[in-house]
């Protein structure tokens, strides 16, 4: 690691009903550092203690209280079961070496009265050892801290810049993808936590780019988006005349020119989708965007006939069924797939979106044998709480692309609306209704119906004028 902060701070706090004092601290270390971390009370501890021991809890979860020292003739003893994590020092001090497992919060207790409590936050970063890192080659990292309590944020930092640049953080893990390294890509990328704010803690590595491509191919993965952006970097210390672009769709197997140029601007382009820098005898890179699903496959760059760079682009796409326009109570299916398994198993998962935070709902391990390349997650009813949705790519344990999906909620029918009300007042509402259509009907009968007296002048009318007409 090129540099590391720690920040410690101590707590005094009285404990209610009781004239002990709690002191409280809390340590932050690298999981796999050469040095060990001491716990020292010396200064607290008495020379005639005896009743006294180390209480340990885990962060994992694995160990609650559980006892991990005690006092035995004055001397402190580790128990058996955790030797393999911890040490006795001098006194009544214990060492706790530099293992991400071993993390957690540590009491101090004498006579069942706690007199100290540490707690120890582990960091890991992986890979640990960041070599140099090929020229338009995608570099995936992660920083793991064993507890995040709240209030704490964990993410990903440019060198001078406190704006996140993290592209996934689920499980207590921030994961960063840089795509396409150039030598722009070069310099200090750092792993901050905070507490409300305040940074108590970081650790820093750096970013180093082999300035020529490699022969050997790169694996990339891209999602198939609207604004997705796929740059393929081809960089050479020797100078060429002729420099060219060729595809070979996965789905074809056939490959396909793309662009042939020369260092004096003659241009020839077989695709209009594809554009291209400058090249200047050493460097051609090729882009291309929208990335859609089909783009999947393997692209070649040659300067003269020598073969400069070997990329394989792997597409993702998701989707939901029905995509729009259901009933709210209608099951939504959503779909992540992958355009290629190759020899090393891919991993697919959902996660569900709280803000920045995923949420693990499914995944699966792909195989070269798995009859498909699709993971399917069925939602019975969409909620509010379920609109945000991110499929990850993983290889090795490394994250190596998103692809994030916003679904709709369905627009509120009148007669839907009305399953928001109690049975009850839906049941009162249809009586009153039916009872006023009723109401209604028989006064209308009633108006329409003639009575006695209409009848009995109707009747006299025809027999007066037969009279006058005699």
Known sequence: MDHIVVIQWWILLCISGNSAEVMKRSIFLISGQTESVHLSVSDLAQPHWSEFSWEWTSHDGRYSEIQIARAISSRLVVSPPFTEYFSCSKDFDVTVKPKFECAGVFLLVRANVPLVKIEIFTTKITPSFWPSFRLGSDVSVSCEVSSLPDGATLQWERDGDSTSITTLFYNNTV?????????????????????????????????????VSSDATLTMYRESSNSSLVTLLCMTSDEYIHASWSWTPLSTAKEVHLVRTTMYGSNDTFNERFSYGDFNGYYFPLYFSPVKFEDSGRFNCYFENLLVASINVVTLKVSAVPPSGFPRNHPVVLRCEV????????????????????????????????????????LPSLHRDQLHWQCAVFTEGMLRATASLTLTLPTQTKMSSMTGMGTETVVRGVITMAATLGILGLLGFYCRRPNGTQTQRQKEEPAQLEETSV
Not at 184 to 206: E, I, W
Not at 348 to 359: D, H, K, T, V
């Open 175 to 211: 994961h960063m993808i840089i795509r396409s390294v150039h030598p722009d890509s070069q310099g200090a990328y750092y792993c901050t936590f905070r507490q409300n704010g305040t940074l108590l803690y970081n650790v820093s590595n750096a970013v180093r780019i082999e300035e």
């Open 339 to 378: 355009s290629e398994v190759s020899t090393d198993p891919v991993t697919l998962a959902w996660l569900r979106m709280e803000g920045s935070r995923g949420l693990l709902v499914k995944q699966d391990i792909l195989t070269e044998s798995h009859p498909n390349r699709m993971l399917s997650v069925t």
